[in-house]
C-alpha cells in the first residue's frame, strides 16, 4: 500500500504564490509518475500537471502552463506543485496521485482559495 500525504494549501490573494507537497509512504519502489489535479466545487477533477519518476518528464494543462512548476524529489519520495501569479479561478482542492505500473493512489486533498 502507498500513502500520500498532502500540503501547502491555503488562502492566497490573486498574484499570490503557494506550494503545494506531496509526500508518499510505503511501497513506492515502483513510482512512474506523479500527478496533480484539482476539483473546484460543482466541477470535475481536472488533470493539472504530471512529472516522470525516471526522467522528469513533465505536462501541464494549457490553464497552469507558464504559471504552475511541477517538481519531484525521488530520494524524498514527494512532489511539488509550484503555483505562481494565481488567479480566482484556480480555487479548488488540490490532489496528487501517484502512478504506479497496474496501480494508482490519490492523496487527501488540499483546498487553494485565492481572493480576488
Known amino acids: 500500500q502507498v500513502q500520500l500525504v498532502e500540503s501547502g494549501g491555503g488562502l492566497v490573494q490573486a498574484g499570490g504564490s503557494l506550494r503545494l507537497s506531496c509526500a508518499a509512504s510505503?511501497?513506492?519502489?515502483?513510482?512512474?509518475?506523479m500527478n496533480w489535479f484539482r476539483q473546484a466545487p460543482g466541477k470535475e477533477r481536472d488533470f493539472v500537471a504530471s512529472?516522470?519518476?525516471?526522467?522528469?518528464?513533465?505536462v501541464y494543462a494549457d490553464s497552469v502552463k507558464g504559471r504552475f512548476t511541477i517538481s519531484r524529489d525521488n530520494a524524498k519520495n514527494t512532489v511539488y506543485l509550484q503555483m505562481n501569479s494565481l488567479k480566482p479561478e484556480d480555487t479548488a482542492v488540490y490532489y496528487c496521485?501517484?502512478?504506479?505500473?497496474?496501480?494508482?493512489?490519490w492523496g487527501q486533498g488540499t483546498q487553494v482559495t485565492v481572493s480576488s
Open positions: 512529472i516522470s519518476w525516471s526522467g522528469g518528464n513533465t
Open positions: 496521485k501517484l502512478l504506479m505500473i497496474g496501480a494508482h493512489y
Open positions: 510505503g511501497r513506492t519502489f515502483n513510482i512512474a509518475a
